[in-house]
């Protein structure tokens, strides 16, 4: 039977129920002496080492303290970057080393240095300090203008490489928000922006935009008709618009609404293919040629795998398509939306 829990009798002792989550760890508890560093446990009997107890008492001040010391390399140092003085830094530690009961520093030389528990020790409190951070900044994002979670919506055309530095210091800046980054078809970009699906949209430009949709032109990619090294197009020096019609062409859905001029929609033989990868696979296959960004099939045009075909009414032309960021003229956007807004209309983008 649990015996009743009951108030302690003098200040030393702190009344609070001994339980480690899940069961009662001691029967005849009482409570914890608030003056023992280690937290035992008091009991009714008296007895201390079968119902020792280790209490966390550190606080969030004495691992930034720790860690920033293990940084700083100088206790004086620690102090100046956290606005603290040097006395309050060692006292810090002290009392962390004490509730933790090993000693994190060697302070025999000029300037401390680590233990081999300190060094065993300080991964943990920075993974400590860094959950913290992440659930202030959540916490932060739920309670103000900042949003929770943002959508971002790329088309396959659009090299997402091109957002790495963007991508990183928007974590940086706001490790608690979440992003999605969703990757439609031409069309379905368009939905998801003017639905409010996706705050931003980033692909390729279009003649005429519908009502309601902003954009900003940020740069251009380079397509090329290509196909296996072997197939007869590959085979001709110059290629006529009568003769890609005669073989079969390997078409992304997006292209079918703002990529192609009416010379290569003239061919009776084609195939839809949704995915960029899997158009890629059938051209290595021999089974058509096609238009893809040349960046997608660089090392295969390097190795001689698929080849560009030159077309004879334009031998000394590149093509290129505009690359597009994209909004909803009426959506209302949260601070860090405003923000990747701004950091992507100043991105120059060459594919």
């Avoid at 206790?75 to 090993?102: N, P, Y």
């Avoid at 300037?111 to 060094?119: I, M, N």
């Avoid at 103000?144 to 530095?165: G, K, N, V, Y």
Wanted: aromatic residues 6%.
């Amino acid at each position: 039977m649990i015996h009743r829990m009951r108030r302690c009798v003098t200040r030393a002792h702190v009344s609070i129920p001994f339980f480690d989550g899940q069961r009662l760890l001691c029967r005849s508890f009482i409570g914890i002496r608030s003056n023992s560093p280690s937290g035992v446990v008091w009991c009714k009997n008296g007895t201390h080492r079968k119902c020792r107890y280790i209490a966390m008492r550190f606080s969030f001040d004495q691992l930034a303290a720790f860690v920033a010391a293990a940084r700083e390399k100088s206790f004086s140092a620690t102090g100046r970057r956290l606005g603290k003085t040097q006395s309050a830094i060692s006292t810090a530690i002290a009392d962390l080393e004490v509730d933790l009961g090993v000693g994190l520093f060697d302070r025999r030389g000029r300037y401390p240095v680590l233990t081999p528990e300190g060094e065993a020790l300080l991964e943990e409190a920075e993974a400590i300090l860094s959950r913290c951070a992440s659930l202030q900044e959540r916490a932060s994002a739920l309670t103000s203008t900042s949003e929770a979670q943002l959508a971002l919506a790329i088309e396959d055309a659009f090299p997402a490489t091109a957002l790495a530095r963007i991508l990183g210091e928007l974590h940086r800046q706001h490790p608690g928000v979440r992003l999605d980054l969703l990757q439609p078809s031409s069309s379905e970009l368009l939905d998801l922006v003017l639905s409010g699906a996706a705050a931003l949209g980033l692909g390729c430009a279009r003649s005429n935009y519908p009502k309601g949709i902003g954009f900003c032109r940020l740069g251009q990619v380079t397509l090329v008709n290509a196909a296996r090294h072997d197939h007869p197009l590959a085979l001709l020096d110059r290629v006529r618009f009568a003769q890609l019609a005669d073989h079969l062409q390997l078409l992304l859905l997006a292209q079918t609404t703002h990529l192609l001029t009416s010379e290569y929609l003239n061919s009776p033989k084609k195939w839809f293919v949704q995915s960029e990868v899997a158009l890629i696979d059938l051209l290595k296959t021999g089974m058509g040629w096609s238009i893809v960004p040349r960046r997608l099939i660089a090392s295969e045009l390097a190795a001689g795998e698929l080849k560009e075909l030159t077309l004879e009414a334009y031998p000394f032309t590149e093509w290129s398509i505009g690359l597009d960021l994209i909004w909803s003229v009426e959506a209302k956007p949260g601070a860090i939306a405003t923000w990747l807004k701004a950091e992507l209309a100043r991105t120059k983008v060459i594919a």
